[in-house]
Nanobody
């Protein structure tokens, strides 16, 4: 099993920045990739980006490309989501997810490619 805990959410003004953290525990050696998703009120869950646990491969949704950056610290079993130039439409619950090898992995851009999820952290961007 893999456990994920997000932190770092809060209230920020438009144009500001925020960094989210996702700490993994359990059988972290089995993790292949970590992804970030968000879900705004009345909207479907949206893929933001993902990073391989090993190597340098990253992949982002067009909606956040250039503003959001994913990084990792394997020594701390933690992945980060740096969010810059935030907009009110970025307001949502942000969740991290891990592929632990028990689901089919293709690009990492679909929820069904991940078998472990965190509880989510609220991000609110004011105008």
């Amino acid at each position: 099993q893999v456990q994920l805990v997000e932190s770092g959410g809060g209230l920020v003004q438009a144009g500001g920045s925020l960094r989210l953290s996702c700490a993994a525990s359990g059988r972290t050696a089995s993790i292949y990739a970590m992804g970030w998703f968000r879900q705004a009120p009345g909207k479907e869950r949206e893929f933001l980006g993902r990073v391989r646990w090993s190597g340098t491969s990253t992949y982002y949704s067009d909606s956040v490309k250039g503003r959001f950056t994913i990084s990792r610290d394997n020594a701390k079993n933690t992945v980060y989501l740096q969010m810059d130039s935030l907009k009110p439409e970025d307001t949502a619950v942000y969740s991290c997810a891990a592929n632990g090898g028990s689901t089919y992995y293709y690009t990492g851009g679909n929820p069904w490619e991940y078998d472990y999820w965190g509880q989510g952290t609220q991000v609110t961007v004011s105008s």
